[in-house]
């Protein structure tokens, strides 16, 4: 890495095709590990550079970046790729969009086709960015921390070496890990509320045809969702529906006797609620008022709720024999860091203590996320179109990175 710094700016040259651009009014810059970024040291850099005390030209194999000492803008600073890649050059001002071959999408919840995609760091014109200005701070001991409001971009000047960009990107942004080896194999899911024995009865239909199923999902009819009104929705649960599941340990293992792992289906918005089992546990760790049937709000900053959250709720069922855990979160950001990215980072970390590797199934939260498979693209509308759409929609996601993709057989609503 070769470092280029002024006053107020901070030029990396991480590699000869890659260099992070920041820009801090305070005059400080990042060199923790953010939600996005985990590793910027790529060893050493050949590159040439011509500075003065107004003017910096900085010149790799690749590119050349050119930079009028002052704020980040347009006339001030670009970078021009070394190539023949596009009809009238490759020079990217500062400032300008970048038309990429896409990457992928948080969801296809209500999609009956093509939907917009977000960026991929791979190009046609050989260049692309990496916006990590919003990133999160990431600390072992306070977890993840807003960041101070500055610019910090990282440059992707790779032509047409494309997976040269994407082998850099998982450097930068750490690797996908292994999957255990169950998650490949057939999944079964549907939303249905099922009773023990029609499920069993399914599964055994399976055998019976030579169909061969690694993993069964309970939809979210597993939990009570008739609930009383005070305490609102019964879209989030954690007790079993005994109507349905009447010994849920009975169930799991006789699943567990056919070989089949199991995951169940959550909805975390609304915290755990004083009709959940778990609720007495969560109450006492958490020094909620159980006369007024305080509820255990959900928020997966605090750790304390985390802690609840995993110990005393997911850990009990855990023990009754729930391998892994659908994420199946749609509710917004809470105007600061995403909660599924929370979930998904929490869920993935934790679910990593299991033997066999960890696994979690939940949508996409942005770059980086490909750290945390396996992705569920989402309420996919049944047509030809969705199902048009979906192969293009897994390829790009590579261009981010994210190579794990679920997506329902058939799709699930509106038809």
Same mark, same amino acid.
């Given at each position: 890495?070769?470092?280029?710094?002024?006053?107020?700016?901070?030029? /990396?040259?991480?590699?000869?095709?890659?260099?992070?651009? #920041?820009?801090?009014?305070?005059?400080?810059? !990042?060199?923790?590990? +953010?939600?996005?970024?985990?590793?910027?040291?790529?060893?050493?850099? /050949?590159?040439?550079?011509?500075?003065?005390?107004?003017? *910096?030209?900085?010149?790799?194999?690749?590119?050349?970046?050119?930079?009028?000492?002052?704020?980040?803008?347009?006339?001030?600073?670009?970078?021009?790729?070394?190539?023949?890649?596009?009809?009238?050059?490759?020079?990217? $001002?500062?400032? !300008? @969009?970048?038309?990429?071959?896409?990457?992928?999408?948080?969801?296809?919840?209500?999609?009956?086709?093509?939907?917009? =995609?977000?960026?991929?760091?791979?190009?046609?014109?050989?260049?692309?960015?990496?916006?990590?200005?919003?990133?999160?701070?990431?600390?072992?001991? /306070?977890?993840?921390?807003?960041? !101070?409001?500055?610019?910090?971009?990282?440059?992707?000047?790779?032509?047409?070496? $494309?997976?040269?960009?994407?082998?850099?990107?998982?450097?930068?942004?750490?690797?996908?890990? *292994?999957?255990?080896?169950?998650? *490949?194999?057939?999944?079964?899911?549907?939303?249905?509320?099922?009773?023990?024995?029609?499920?069993?009865?399914?599964?055994?239909?399976?055998?019976? !045809?030579?169909?061969?199923?690694?993993?069964?999902?309970?939809?979210?009819?597993?939990?009570?969702?008739?609930?009383?009104?005070?305490?609102? /929705?019964?879209?989030?649960?954690?007790?079993?529906?005994?109507?349905?599941?009447?010994?849920?340990?009975?169930?799991?293992?006789?699943?567990?006797?056919?070989?089949?792992?199991?995951?169940?289906?959550?909805?975390?918005?609304?915290?755990?609620?004083?009709?959940?089992?778990?609720?007495?546990?969560?109450?006492?760790? =958490?020094?909620?008022?159980? #006369?007024?049937?305080?509820?255990?709000?959900?928020?997966?900053?605090?750790? @304390?709720?985390?802690?609840?959250?995993?110990?005393?709720?997911? $850990?009990?069922?855990?023990?009754?024999?729930?391998?892994?855990?659908?994420?199946?979160?749609?509710?917004?950001?809470?105007?600061?860091?995403?909660?599924?990215?929370?979930?998904?980072?929490?869920?993935?970390?934790? @679910?990593?203590?299991?033997?066999?590797?960890?696994?979690?199934? &939940?949508?996409?939260?942005?770059?980086? &996320?490909?750290?945390?498979?396996?992705?569920? @693209?989402?309420?996919?509308?049944? &047509?030809?179109?969705?199902?048009?759409?979906?192969?293009?929609? +897994?390829?790009?996601?590579?261009?981010?990175?994210?190579?794990?993709?679920?997506?329902?057989?058939?799709?699930?609503?509106?038809?």
């Amino acid at each position: 890495m070769k470092i280029f710094k002024g006053e107020f700016y901070r030029i /990396s040259v991480l590699t000869d095709k890659l260099v992070r651009l #920041e820009y801090s009014q305070t005059g400080s810059f !990042e060199d923790r590990t +953010t939600q996005l970024i985990y590793n910027r040291d790529f060893g050493q850099v /050949s590159l040439d550079y011509i500075e003065t005390s107004n003017v *910096l030209d900085i010149m790799t194999d690749y590119f050349h970046l050119h930079f009028n000492k002052g704020e980040f803008n347009a006339e001030n600073l670009f970078i021009e790729l070394k190539g023949n890649f596009a009809v009238y050059g490759s020079r990217w $001002y500062f400032g !300008e @969009s970048i038309e990429t071959l896409k990457g992928t999408a948080r969801t296809l919840d209500e999609a009956d086709g093509a939907i917009s =995609l977000e960026d991929g760091i791979i190009s046609r014109n050989g260049i692309a960015l990496l916006d990590d200005s919003q990133g999160f701070i990431w600390d072992e001991q /306070s977890g993840y921390i807003e960041r !101070e409001n500055q610019i910090d971009l990282y440059f992707f000047a790779y032509g047409h070496d $494309y997976r040269g960009a994407i082998r850099d990107f998982y450097h930068l942004t750490g690797s996908t890990p *292994l999957l255990p080896r169950y998650a *490949l194999g057939n999944w079964w899911s549907r939303y249905w509320p099922y009773t023990s024995d029609e499920y069993l009865d399914l599964i055994d239909r399976f055998e019976t !045809e030579k169909i061969p199923l690694s993993i069964g999902v309970l939809d979210m009819d597993w939990h009570i969702t008739d609930i009383p009104a005070r305490f609102g /929705s019964g879209w989030t649960g954690y007790s079993w529906n005994k109507n349905l599941i009447p010994n849920p340990e009975q169930l799991l293992q006789q699943l567990h006797d056919r070989k089949l792992k199991l995951s169940l289906n959550v909805h975390p918005a609304d915290g755990i609620r004083a009709y959940e089992e778990a609720y007495p546990r969560v109450a006492k760790r =958490l020094g909620l008022n159980v #006369e007024l049937e305080e509820p255990a709000i959900f928020d997966f900053f605090n750790p @304390s709720f985390r802690e609840a959250y995993f110990k005393d709720v997911h $850990y009990e069922l855990e023990k009754q024999g729930v391998d892994f855990w659908w994420i199946d979160w749609q509710q917004g950001t809470q105007g600061m860091l995403d909660p599924l990215w929370l979930l998904n980072h929490y869920h993935y970390q934790d @679910s990593c203590k299991n033997v066999e590797g960890g696994l979690i199934l &939940s949508r996409y939260a942005g770059p980086g &996320s490909h750290r945390y498979p396996v992705g569920f @693209s989402g309420d996919t509308i049944i &047509s030809w179109n969705s199902l048009r759409f979906q192969p293009y929609f +897994t390829a790009t996601a590579s261009n981010i990175g994210y190579s794990w993709w679920s997506h329902d057989i058939g799709g699930h609503m509106l038809g």
